[in-house]
């Protein structure tokens, strides 16, 4: 369109003049220009922006349809456009935040939040608009990434009252149900004020010829024009170009693309080819990319590109060509055979290949689109290789739906003969789709995986597969496939008997054998991962020491920027397991490498790290800070979401707070027990002692493997014991941990750390009544805290050691039945005895406490177990006789097919069979009773009454053996069976309970 009539355009130009004029006097707003390509929406708002320049600070952006398009981009060039115009002095004078220098790629490198970034950014147009009125136009939002279109709704909603005016244009004929931004462009239209652009009339339409071609065509002419282009401006424009130059007026007709490829061939030809080459590259474009995969001359390039800027077709920018409407480049692209496009796509890598300096002009992402775009032009393993490293630096910077969407195309890129390489792809998008929560998509492809794997025949791949594979899910079939695995690196089967974690350590062992003997960095690098994952508890520590200093060595070789930072992170965690207090060194080495990452998320890690340390050393409110930071520098995926959750709780527990047990924690990531074993921590804190048995026994029959947290597990045990009052439990963790002793108890990958394991064995030990044994374990204790400044640490084990100095309680007068702590205190008759805690003491008190009344044993039991209520309710048979009849029938059908496959030689089958026979045996064991009878629903009364007598006379035993007349007493008075009782009868002794 002409650069400053706009010709039938009185009205909305009216209507956005005026949003501008009172934004100079009051206050601003958002204004959006929408209709479809070509109709002027860019020549509207830059003759009112033109029209105030003097008076109002004015800043301009425009959208670029691409997938590699960095988030933000609207926003970065706001921000380079209002500094430009003000210029560096009156810039600095605004004092914008640091977000806005890591913004426009000035800063340390450090990824704001986006909560931050809008703010700042937000902040600084605010200060801008008091120098001068504002106005920031937005051209083709349509093809904007969603970043921008969310800052600009923040902006919106946060300058209602300044004098900062935001006009934007987009298609809104393009914003279709399916659009990706339709959502979010129908909320800033409920707050915008429209103005609409339709075609021009047939007075407009002979206007804008007449000014284009520089004659007034006729009547009938312009009718046609009309007709042919339904007024669009651009259309309009170029049918007159084609017009003038002597083409009839009916070339126009075929539309948009046609006017567009009719204007373009009246090009030179070599300008022509050259934008046709140039259109490959994007809307935006390097001329030294084109020179390399061209092969020609880089000033022929330039000279050429230059020229084509007179056309106003592109325009050029400091260190790159610009196509000035994305409606040229998409003619220029679509005149193109396909066969020819994906040739020079195909140019374009082979370029970069060829001079690795011209990388710096793209993402990676960016050099994936021409990877896969180029088809069969590009080999193969190039292709995979580039769509893969995509897929892995959008995991590293957390756009989980971006891998997704790399590694899906890698591999459908894979060839048939690519066994290999796909099925370690389908593994990373499974993972990808499992972390999007689409779990069942995720096991097919699992499944897939692992099915191929198999197929394949290489015990190297299959052991990667099954190890990378969810291990909590279909196990057995697992097993099966790492026993395959194992036998094809080790020549023989493994011990049948081996249970899954015992398979899977067997297995990683013969796996880094012949990973070691290839020389394979990717096949070491990735045992020693999965040995790192497999090794944690007590005793472990210096073996992943080993494990991380040997990655960190690899890394040297290979330059892998992730790796290293991994590792290093990880360092820092063995170090303090190990009570070393070179872990601060190293925690700080991380953080400085972390902090100069190419990488941002890893800033976000450094916060994460720090916050941990914070909470071990005592600095509360600083972890929070950090934890927060983290939070920010995080984006919404269900990983990051868990990691921040599980800081939190570690941080409130340290406080000594109680968290609420009724909210529900993520546990994605670390397993499904894992928000259960928080609960049950929570549980001994508020003194449900019941609750956390109770969570216990289920977590101990889970099928999971600890893994990572086992440490916080062994931690929730201790606690329990003591609580519990469990010399049992508590003898049995004294005897785990006591070879561990110096060692810190760490778990999550070092997200969980729970002090010295020394001050857990004092702990138990006090539990076991034995002073002089916990006096030992705090007191070191307190020196491995004092040594790594925990201070709560410390003073937990301090703490500990007080507990022990204090005086008893002053000794029992009269006849005693009660608990202290850990311990029970029996007097009679003048003789005092003390018993650790058992259950069966319990249960004595409970009768002492009401003589003469008889207890049920399912009381006794657990109140708060279900069996207390099945106990009392009695019920109906398990199985009926029918059902019983049944299962005898299928039995006897068992045992003849069983003998026939046996007969005809078929073991296997006769193996199978057997197992379901065994299999229905112990299901008729657990629904019979004894001789066959049947059991009934309510028969856990039974089980009650033995389980109570039997602790209650085992009780009575070690009572009569360490205060005899007691004994006597109270074998003689209470009585047990499905109630129970205490009946001293005549001259009671009165018991304080």
């Not at 007179?310 to 679509?334: A, C, G, K, S």
């Not at 000794?811 to 608990?819: H, I, K, L, Q």
């Amino acid at each position: 369109m002409t650069d400053t009539l706009l010709i039938g355009r009185d009205h909305p130009a009216s209507a956005l003049r005026a949003a501008v004029d009172r934004t100079a006097a009051s206050h601003g707003g958002l204004v959006l220009v929408v209709g479809e390509a070509g109709i002027g929406k860019t020549a509207l708002v830059t003759e009112a922006a033109a029209g105030r320049r003097d008076d109002l600070l004015v800043a301009f952006a425009t959208s670029w349809e691409s997938e590699a398009v960095p988030d933000n981009w609207l926003w970065i060039q706001v921000l380079r456009s209002l500094r430009g115009r003000l210029g560096d002095e009156a810039w600095r004078a605004l004092r914008p935040a640091p977000a806005i220098d890591v913004f426009l790629g000035e800063g340390d490198g450090s990824r704001p939040v986006d909560f931050e970034l809008h703010d700042a950014v937000t902040q600084l147009l605010i200060a801008a608009s008091r120098v001068r009125p504002l106005l920031v136009v937005l051209d083709d939002l349509h093809f904007s990434d969603t970043a921008s279109i969310e800052l600009l709704k923040f902006a919106c909603q946060h300058t209602f009252f300044e004098r900062v005016l935001f006009v934007g244009t987009y298609r809104d004929s393009e914003i279709d149900p399916g659009h990706r931004l339709r959502g979010r462009m129908l909320q800033l239209v409920s707050k915008a004020a429209m103005v609409g652009l339709d075609g021009l009339t047939e007075d407009g339409v002979a206007a804008l010829v007449a000014a284009t071609a520089g004659a007034a065509p006729d009547p009938d002419t312009v009718a046609e024009i009309t007709r042919r282009t339904g007024g669009n401006p651009f259309f309009v424009e170029q049918s007159a170009l084609l017009w003038a130059s002597g083409q009839p007026v009916d070339a126009t007709s075929a539309g948009m693309r046609d006017a567009l490829r009719r204007r373009l061939d009246q090009l030179p030809a070599p300008i022509l080819r050259m934008l046709t080459l140039a259109s490959v590259g994007g809307r935006e474009f390097h001329a030294g990319v084109m020179a390399q995969a061209s092969g020609l001359e880089l000033f022929r390039i330039e000279s050429a590109l230059d020229t084509a800027c007179q056309t106003r077709l592109i325009r050029r920018e400091r260190d790159r060509y610009v196509f000035v409407h994305d409606l040229v480049r998409e003619t220029l692209y679509n005149s193109m055979d396909p066969a020819e496009a994906a040739h020079h796509h195909g140019c374009v890598v082979r370029a970069l290949q060829a001079d690795e300096s011209l990388k710096k002009h793209m993402l990676i992402t960016e050099i994936a689109h021409h990877a896969w775009v180029a088809g069969d032009d590009l080999d193969p393993e190039t292709a995979v290789d580039l769509i893969a490293r995509a897929g892995a630096k959008s995991t590293a910077c957390m756009s989980i739906a971006g891998s997704e969407r790399y590694y899906r195309r890698a591999v459908e890129r894979c060839t048939p003969a690519m066994v290999r390489k796909r099925v370690l792809l389908r593994i990373q998008l499974a993972d990808a789709v499992r972390w999007l929560k689409r779990e069942d998509e995720a096991r097919g492809i699992f499944a897939l995986a692992l099915h191929e794997a198999e197929d394949h025949g290489d015990p190297m791949l299959l052991a990667r597969a099954a190890m990378d594979a969810p291990q909590t899910e279909n196990v057995p079939e697992l097993m099966r496939l790492k026993a395959l695995a194992y036998e094809g690196l080790a020549g023989e089967a493994p011990d049948p008997g081996l249970e899954h974690e015992a398979l899977s350590r067997q297995l990683l062992y013969r796996f880094m054998i012949a990973a070691r003997e290839s020389g394979d960095d990717e096949e070491i690098s990735f045992g020693l991962w999965a040995t790192h994952a497999s090794s944690w508890g007590p005793g472990t520590a210096a073996h992943r020491q080993r494990v991380v200093e040997e990655l960190a060595d690899i890394t040297r070789r290979t330059g892998d920027e992730e790796m290293r930072l991994l590792a290093s992170s990880l360092r820092w965690v063995v170090l303090l397991e190990q009570g070393d207090p070179a872990f601060l060194a190293q925690l700080a080495e991380f953080c400085a490498l972390a902090d100069v990452a190419d990488a941002g998320h890893w800033v976000g890690g450094s916060n994460v790290d720090r916050a941990i340390v914070d909470i071990v050393q005592g600095r509360y409110d600083s972890a929070e800070a950090r934890i927060d930071e983290a939070a920010r520098l995080m984006d919404g995926e269900r990983a990051h979401l868990d990691l921040v959750g599980h800081l939190r709780w570690e941080l409130t527990i340290a406080r000594g707070e109680l968290p609420s047990t009724d909210e529900s924690l993520p546990h994605g990531s670390y397993g499904a027990n894992h928000a259960e074993l928080l609960t049950g921590l929570v549980a001994l804190r508020r003194g449900e002692t019941g609750r956390a048995r109770r969570i216990r026994e289920r977590l101990l029959a889970a099928d999971d493997l600890f893994g990572s947290w086992e440490s916080l597990m062994l931690r929730f045990e201790a606690e329990l014991a003591v609580a519990d009052g469990d010399t049992d439990l508590a003898r049995d963790l004294y005897d785990r941990l006591a070879p561990h002793e110096g060692e810190w108890l760490v778990a999550m990958w070092g997200n969980s750390i729970s002090g010295p394991i020394s001050h857990w064995l004092g702990t138990l030990a006090a539990a076991l009544g034995e002073d002089d044994r916990a006096a030992a374990h705090f007191t070191a204790a307190v020196e491995q805290a004092d040594r790594l400044e925990a201070r709560p640490w410390a003073d937990a084990a301090r703490a500990g050691l007080a507990a022990l100095a204090a005086p008893k309680d002053p000794p029992a007068s009269g006849d005693v039945f009660r608990r202290d702590g850990a311990t029970w205190t029996l007097a009679f008759e003048g003789d005092v005895l003390h018993l650790p805690h058992a259950k069966g003491l319990a249960d004595l008190h409970e009768l002492l406490s009401h003589p003469g009344e008889d207890i049920a044993a399912a009381d006794l039991l657990d109140p708060a177990e279900s069996v207390a209520a099945d106990a009392r309710l009695g019920g109906d048979d398990v199985l009926d006789a029918a059902a019983r009849a049944r299962f005898r029938e299928h039995l006897e059908a068992l045992d003849e097919q069983i003998d026939t496959a046996a007969a005809v030689g078929d073991d296997a089958r006769a193996a199978a069979l057997d197992t379901e026979r065994q299999a229905l045996i112990e299901h008729l064991k657990a629904a019979t009773g004894l001789g066959g009878r049947a059991r009934r629903l309510g028969d856990n009364h039974e089980r009650a009454r033995k389980s109570v007598t039997n602790r209650i006379r085992n009780t009575l035993k070690k009572i009569e053996d360490g205060h005899p007349a007691l004994g006597a007493h109270l074998r003689e008075a209470v009585a047990t069976g499905s109630s129970c009782a205490y009946r001293p009868g005549p001259g009671a002794p009165k018991w304080d309970l």
